[in-house]
């Protein structure tokens, strides 16, 4: 089969696109013809050696990957044959293998495609949309909430801007440039701001002079440090991610904000998962976001590379250059 691997951490150049054999599915997995793979910004600092929570750093060479969406074709074992030639769709959690003609997975993590969803669709709801849902576990969003989301064109971004304004929330979005500013009004935001232009706050403040009442933050730096400065007394600072940095502050600026209420969360790892509860909290979420999905009220942003195009999809992913999920197709 034709995959991409990586021999030796480093930049997106060390992915390369070569031919591999399929793999065997063991006792209770499944193998799957795999027609859409997810790309996280996770897998970019896997590559690079950057073990970050909770991923450790893969063995090489390795395939990279981890959300797949295809058709089964082969069991393992003592696997359930009525998988057998299903459409499904599967996080594979911690073991890679995703950026690849075919991949395995154990068949009690896998989720059938919904009618309606194609497997790209499928595939960013079993990651980012699971994540999205569980960040909103902690927003309480309601036709009395103004919503601040920086990154609003991202994979996350998109679907936070449409499950408030399903919820009737008035919604700021933030984002990178006239194209994904564009993309993020068309998703509905009732403001969308070019947040690379200098005096950007000033903008939202002309238009929303009494404040959010939460920001999504999953940008940090500078860029966060001015969006706290856009929220209302009382307010919710939910934190998920620090792509611009960490969020540094004075001393009088963060006094400024307790006097204000403003409550900081950070809603990643064992936090989300203890809201949503349940004995598999991550395939709860898992669920919930592909049922959002099938009903219409979410629909995930993608950007479609050919599987043979990892590196470039990686370089893009890195520099700010996609727009929603991005995803790659053998």
Do not use: C
Request: no cysteine; charged share 15%; hydrophobic share 45%.
């Amino acid at each position: 089969m034709n995959a991409v691997r990586l021999h030796a951490f480093g930049p997106a150049e060390n992915l390369s696109y070569e031919r591999t054999p399929r793999p065997v599915p063991a006792p209770g997995q499944v193998r799957i013809a795999v027609a859409a793979a997810g790309v996280h910004l996770l897998d970019t600092a896997l590559r690079q050696g950057v073990q970050g929570p909770p991923a450790p750093l893969p063995e090489l060479p390795t395939i990279p990957g981890r959300e797949v969406a295809g058709t089964v074709d082969a069991l393992g074992p003592g696997t359930d044959p009525a998988w057998l030639g299903r459409p499904v769709v599967v996080h594979l959690g911690f073991a890679p293998g995703g950026y690849a003609e075919y991949a395995v997975a154990d068949a009690q993590r896998l989720h059938p495609i919904p009618p309606g969803l194609d497997p790209a669709e499928a595939v960013a709801m079993i990651g980012t949309g699971r994540t999205a849902l569980g960040i909103l576990q902690f927003a309480d969003l309601g036709p009395a909430s103004t919503a601040l989301v920086p990154a609003a064109a991202g994979g996350i971004g998109t679907l936070l801007v449409q499950y408030a304004k399903n919820a009737g929330a008035t919604v700021i979005a933030l984002a990178g440039g006239p194209a994904k500013t564009a993309r993020a009004a068309a998703n509905r935001a009732d403001l969308a701001v070019d947040y690379t232009e200098p005096g950007w706050p000033d903008t939202v403040r002309a238009h929303h002079p009494d404040g959010a009442t939460v920001l999504f933050d999953s940008v940090g730096g500078p860029t966060a440090r001015a969006a706290l400065g856009l929220l209302a007394p009382g307010a919710r600072h939910l934190v998920f991610g620090w792509s611009d940095g960490p969020l540094t502050l004075t001393d009088a600026e963060r006094a400024g904000l307790t006097a204000r209420g403003i409550t900081t969360q950070s809603v990643l790892g064992p936090v989300m998962l203890r809201r949503a509860g349940g004995d598999d909290p991550l395939r709860l979420l898992e669920t919930r976001a592909l049922a959002e999905a099938a009903a219409g009220r979410l629909r995930p942003a993608l950007q479609r590379y050919p599987l043979s195009e990892a590196a470039a999809a990686h370089h893009a992913l890195e520099t700010r250059g996609t727009i929603g999920k991005v995803i790659l197709e053998p």
